[in-house]
């Protein structure tokens, strides 16, 4: 129940941003939101008890407001390190340091640990590599250190501080 409640809502906030310019016009608001319950209880109904990709993802009061947040501290990241990658680009003797290292992380839910490896990615100057248990690798353009506890605290716990949150 609890995961067909998470697709629900994922699937209703989907079909509400895909027709925000129907819902901006007063003619057919209502109907649009009904169609969106409609649809996304159906879609919910047919795919939600066959996987449990969400069983994870907690539905607390905090958890809601780290997820709200999230994105935000995912911007922050990125736009310092959009910065300092082309600090790094514009600089004439191009101070890199490139090597794959080694972070740990505390997330047990794949999805999780999947949100995190994107939001590594994502960010420029770093690309996960490789997922084995606890362990992320990551291509670093610039490691400051290949220690494991500072890499992780250098990389991912700005990150796993709110996804612990949201994925436990």
Same mark, same amino acid.
């Given at each position: 129940?609890?995961?067909?409640?998470?697709?629900?809502?994922?699937?209703?906030?989907?079909?509400?941003?895909?027709?925000?310019?129907?819902?901006?016009?007063?003619?057919?608001?209502?109907?649009?939101?009904?169609?969106?319950? *409609?649809?996304?209880?159906?879609?919910?109904?047919?795919?939600? %008890? /066959?996987?449990? &990709?969400?069983?994870? =993802?907690? #539905? @607390? !009061?905090?958890?809601?407001?780290?997820?709200?947040?999230?994105?935000?501290?995912?911007?922050?990241?990125?736009?310092?390190?959009?910065?300092?990658?082309?600090?790094?680009?514009?600089?004439?003797?191009?101070?890199?340091?490139?090597?794959? *290292?080694?972070?740990?992380?505390?997330?047990?839910?794949?999805? %999780? /640990?999947?949100? &995190?490896?994107?939001? =590594?990615? #994502? @960010? !420029?100057?770093?690309?996960?590599?490789?997922?084995?248990?606890?362990?992320?690798?990551?291509?670093?353009?610039?490691?400051?250190?290949?220690?494991?506890?500072?890499?992780?605290?250098?990389?991912?716990?700005?990150?796993?501080?709110?996804?612990?949150?949201?994925?436990?």
């Amino acid at each position: 129940m609890r995961n067909w409640v998470i697709v629900v809502i994922l699937l209703l906030g989907t079909w509400l941003l895909l027709s925000a310019d129907v819902l901006m016009s007063t003619t057919s608001v209502a109907g649009s939101i009904a169609a969106g319950v *409609v649809v996304s209880t159906a879609v919910a109904l047919l795919f939600a %008890g /066959r996987k449990m &990709l969400y069983k994870n =993802i907690r #539905l @607390t !009061p905090k958890a809601l407001v780290y997820l709200l947040f999230y994105p935000l501290v995912f911007l922050k990241a990125l736009l310092i390190a959009n910065l300092d990658v082309a600090r790094r680009v514009l600089s004439p003797s191009l101070p890199i340091n490139p090597a794959i *290292v080694e972070v740990k992380t505390n997330l047990i839910s794949p999805l %999780g /640990r999947l949100v &995190l490896a994107n939001s =590594i990615t #994502l @960010t !420029p100057g770093t690309l996960t590599v490789d997922i084995q248990g606890d362990s992320l690798y990551i291509h670093w353009i610039d490691a400051v250190s290949t220690d494991v506890q500072s890499a992780t605290e250098k990389i991912v716990r700005g990150f796993e501080t709110y996804l612990e949150v949201i994925y436990g």
